[in-house]
């Protein structure tokens, strides 16, 4: 008995410690840096399929052409064929009897999606560095590209949802299933 007495006491003895530790560490840690509300403000917004969260600005495959030369073409190819099967962006076939090969004129629902994945991660060596603008040029000339919208349409806030996907209802609304 004098042992479990002597093992109860160092577990109680050990407990009260760590609960300390663990109390004054949580009180003294300090990550990161506070931002302000403005810089909070456009960190993570998102375009939506009716064009909520769009940004102003706006864009032709035209003006996209020297934007993609210069900040997409090292990955995606000239014209979009890719320098590896992940970086393919043109072309496809969603109902191809092997894998099917998911490329912007293929696979993505929405021109609202590709905005937002391009202004959100694209180029991959530096995301979020094209400009509102640049981002519509680009997206405006990937989808021409893809055959998808012509070469001096242009694209904003207005016309990004009206263009039609050709896997517009290739999708199912995984939302509304419980």
């Known amino acids: ?95 191809s009897e092997g894998e099917p090969l998911r490329t912007v004129g293929s696979y993505w629902p929405e021109a609202s999606t590709v905005f937002d994945f391009v202004r959100r991660a694209m180029p991959a060596d530096a995301p979020k560095s094209l400009s509102d603008d640049e981002v519509y040029q680009v997206v405006a000339y990937v989808l021409f590209l893809n055959g998808i919208i012509g070469e001096d349409q242009e694209l904003n806030a207005s016309t990004l949802p009206r263009v039609e996907m050709p896997n517009a209802d290739g999708f199912i609304d995984q939302s509304a299933i419980h």
């Open 1 to 95: 008995m004098p042992m479990l007495k002597r093992i109860a006491s160092i577990t109680a003895l050990l407990t009260v410690a760590a609960t300390s530790f663990l109390a004054s560490s949580q009180e003294t840690v300090r990550l990161g840096t506070p931002i302000s509300e403005s810089q909070l403000a456009n960190f993570d917004l998102i375009a939506q399929p009716n064009g909520n969260g769009l940004p102003a600005g706006s864009g032709t495959a035209r003006q996209g052409k020297a934007v993609y030369d210069a900040r997409c073409a090292a990955c995606h190819a000239a014209n979009g064929e890719g320098i590896s099967a992940a970086t393919i962006i043109v072309g496809g076939d969603m109902q």
